[in-house]
């Protein structure tokens, strides 16, 4: 165990963490009590009970095989098995045991490289569910057992040290699928809770659209609902992701082309991204009659899309070109052209949310927007599209 204590603490749930139970005086299949009548299981219906099990191993094999050890012991003790008949004749269908194989086999064959293969038969890629299973916990306890997993899970107070030693080594199948999904939820919602504290921080809450909040609690209120209005609100749910969210995973970049017919030569650059990255460094001088061009992108942890400013000082003189350009990932791109003259100007965060606040929005038409100094003239323009393209020429004013 670390000598640190885990600032994670995990809490188990208010269900029993033991092991599981049958209640032989309720249908073996569903366990709840209902007013449907029980039937007791002949010895052919046992058969094709253990047949679906077997081919299931799903939670009810796992609860058989804990309460009697071997699951071929169903048939020697002494026990009369319940069931309701919806639930034996769902459970045993052909149908449902033939398309539940299917899925089974299809999901096998995708995924490229089994740990287990079915020993009866070398050509089958045919495994069991449990097998599989416990072979990749037993290949994550290898890799993160010592990388912090081991102790997150004991310090956390939930299991004992022995105990997370057997489900990392894929010898506790039930308590190692509880366990995991612990960790997972627990590092999710601290994933969550940092990434609300850095909204915060940064005055991102008030960006995010309100109608992502309603849609959230809508969510949650009928998650357990299983009419036909939930389907309405999963459609709402992907229309909304579809508009905030996906939009964040394009790849939007800004092409800026710099042409200089003045006679003066533009050097010294300066450029500052505050959201997404430049393809390529900036040529430190941009001689009269050369075009230069430049590539900014988003990348796909960029909140705001790619936006950043370029200077360029203009030799010769005390004048410089403050080039601002926006793509956000949702709403109107937007760019700002302004000569500043004298102490040499940062391309930093104030003068990029100094020129954000001045921007010219394109909306539907494009349009030429100019900026003059003492000798020069800059113009420039830029189009709505998600891979946007922007000029801008400087010339002689005389």
Known sequence: MSQFGSPLKLTPTSAKR???????????????KSPEKLYIFTDKGKVSFIEATKLRKDEIYLKI?????????????????????????????????????QDFMETEENIGG????????STSRITTRSEWYS????????????????????????????TVDQMLLGKQFNRSVRGLTLVYEALRSL???????????????????????????????????ESESYKDVL????????????????RKSVSLMIKNSSNRTLCKPKVYTASGKIYKNLPN??????????????????????EGVVVYNIGGTEDQLCIYYCMPYVGFNGFKLEWKTGQSIFADVNLCNEMAKQQWEIKNALSWHDEFAKDLTVTGFMDQ????????EIFNRH
């Open 285 to 306: 001088q941009i001689f009269p009659g050369e075009d230069v061009t430049l590539g900014f992108h988003k990348t796909r942890i960029s909140f705001r899309g790619a």
């Open 18 to 32: 033991g092991k599981s139970s049958l209640d032989w005086q309720e249908c073996i299949i569903c366990q709840i």
């Open 65 to 101: 095989v804990e309460e009697l050890s071997s699951i071929n012991q169903f048939f020697s003790e002494n026990i009369d098995v319940k069931y309701h008949r919806s639930c034996c004749k769902s459970y045993t269908s052909k149908q449902n045991l033939s398309c539940y194989k």
């Open 235 to 250: 459609n709402e749910l992907t229309i909304l992701y579809t508009t905030h969210v996906l939009p964040l995973t394009c």
């Open 385 to 392: 599209a998600d891979k946007a393209h922007m000029i801008v």
């Open 191 to 225: 994933w969550f809770a940092s990434f609300f504290k850095w909204c915060e921080e940064n005055d991102g809450i008030d960006a995010i659209p309100k109608d992502v909040w309603v849609m959230l609690s809508k969510c949650q209120a009928k998650f357990s609902d």
């Open 135 to 162: 072979c990749i916990f037993s290949c994550i306890g290898k890799l993160w057992a010592d990388g912090g997993l081991r102790d997150l899970m004991v310090d956390s107070g939930v299991y004992a040290g022995c």
């Open 114 to 121: 089994a740990c287990i293969f079915s020993p009866a038969a």
